[in-house]
């Protein structure tokens, strides 16, 4: 969860409060994790325990190193620099973790796997693009995040008849909240506005792993 002013430009109660912010945020995040691993480890196939995997340590670690990132103390230059470049990397993460329990659903279709491997690639470069070429290619990570973010509608036709209702409900509302909060993301001169920002993160977050975890717990799933 990137953010666009420098820590030094927070007084302490915006600080707290997007402390707050993430500890709520991790916590949920560890506990829906525990709670999604061990259903899918008692009741569900290799496969989609693979994919809740994935999808739990994308949650997991995106969270935390987003934590990590905006409280670290900004006199600790180093330090704050390679946590950034892993605050922006994680990013590919969560979208791509996200993605994969919903695709692996649908995972003998040709099209479908290979959306998959798709947005794993994708990842992968962009993670490449944050950690050694860190802001040289800041246009075209984002075009990345927007061409992952929105990969999904190439194989609607095929994969939504295999996705419960609710599922389907899930993730348009999440993807709607993500997107409310870029308005806030950008408004810098809003206090509070990076704690808000990543309120909308963490609520969206938690929308999505309602999602996944209806779609695991699908019949045929």
Known sequence: MPTIKTQNQYDIPELIADG????IGIVMA????????????VWLPAGQIA?????S???????????????WPVSLVRTKAVLK?????????LIAATYTPFLQ???????IFGLLVGIWTIAALGIALKVFWHGRYDRLAILLYLA???SGVIVARPLFPLLPLATTILVVIGGIIYSAGVIFH????????NAIWHGFVVAAAAVHYAAVLTCLAAPGA
Request: glycine content about 10%; proline content about 2%; hydrophobic content about 55%.
């Open 20 to 23: 707050v912010v993430h500890g």
């Open 30 to 41: 560890l506990i829906g994790a525990t709670i999604l691993i061990f259903y899918a480890a």
């Open 51 to 55: 994919s809740a995997a994935i999808y």
């Open 57 to 71: 340590a994308g949650l997991v670690v995106t969270l935390g190193i987003s934590c990590s990132y905006n409280l």
């Open 85 to 93: 470049r892993l605050d922006h990397s994680s990013i590919f993460v």
């Open 105 to 111: 659903r649908g995972i003998a279709d040709p099209f």
């Open 148 to 150: 992952m973010g929105w």
């Open 186 to 193: 950008v408004w810098e001169k809003l206090r509070f506005q």
